[in-house]
């Protein structure tokens, strides 16, 4: 079965700092790995995805991603966190290349940033 | 650039009745999904659907919901005698084919009174 964790509840930077969000998945085959941003009563934003190929990946919004096998992770990362980066950041892990496709959120982690 | 359209934004219901969430996916796409994000919780698949058929569902996707592609373009999910608990967010997902990536829609807020 498929899972993600996502180990940290809420995370509170100061703007202008760098972000490191954790994220572990636990999947039999190659991971189809997702990160999305939800605003308050918004939808989800794919901020970057990763299935083969380079393992650090860039996103929308200046956000990057880091694919370690060995560690089981995909954290996503971003140098330099502006205000408008607060919101709910998710994980997710999917099947690549399959007729159901079904993708499995982590938990999320709630971002607040500190002016 | 193409979206995943659903209605309404909000759904109101009483407890008992049955509800029925739309989403217009975008149109070249053949693999539809729905989810639901209870508030303050995660997102949680409830079904997969393709070739008019269900690909997959979870332990959540009872006999309570269905789901339906009526015409070309619509896909719903109908849930019966609605509970309580059925209070959520419930997003459509669609994918052009099992190697891209699913779009997700802005979701129906539904509330059971």
């Known amino acids: 079965a498929q899972s993600v964790t996502q180990p940290d509840i809420h995370i509170t930077v100061s703007e202008g700092a760098s972000l490191e969000l954790r994220c572990n998945y636990s999947?039999?085959?190659?991971?189809?790995l997702f990160w999305y941003v939800q605003s308050p009563g918004q939808g989800l934003q794919l901020l970057l995805k990763?299935?083969?190929?380079?393992?650090l990946v860039q996103g929308i919004k200046g956000f990057e991603a880091e694919f370690k096998r060995s560690q089981s992770s995909f954290n996503l990362r971003k140098p330099s966190v502006h205000w408008s980066d607060a919101a709910e950041y998710f994980c997710?892990?999917?099947?690549?290349?399959?007729?159901?496709?079904?993708?499995?959120f982590g938990d999320g982690t709630t971002l607040t940033v500190k002016p | 650039e193409p979206e995943v359209t659903q209605t309404p934004s909000h759904q109101v219901t009483q407890m008992g009745q049955e509800v029925i969430l739309r989403c217009v996916p975008i149109?070249?796409?053949?693999?539809f999904y729905w989810y639901r994000q209870i508030l303050g919780q995660k997102v949680e698949f409830l079904v997969s659907?393709?070739?008019?058929?269900?690909?997959?569902k979870s332990e959540i996707f009872d006999d309570q919901f269905s789901v339906e592609r009526p015409d070309g373009s619509n896909f719903t999910l109908k849930i019966r005698s609605t509970k309580l608990e059925d209070s959520a967010m419930y997003f459509c997902?669609?994918?052009?084919?099992?190697?891209?990536?699913?779009?997700f829609g802005d979701g129906t807020r539904l509330s059971i009174l």
């Open positions: 997902a669609s994918r052009p084919s099992p190697s891209q990536p699913q779009h």
């Open positions: 999947y039999g085959a190659t991971p189809y």
């Open positions: 990763y299935f083969s190929g380079d393992t």
């Open positions: 997710a892990v999917g099947a690549y290349n399959t007729n159901a496709g079904k993708s499995t």
């Open positions: 149109s070249n796409h053949l693999y």
């Open positions: 659907f393709y070739n008019n058929e269900i690909s997959e």
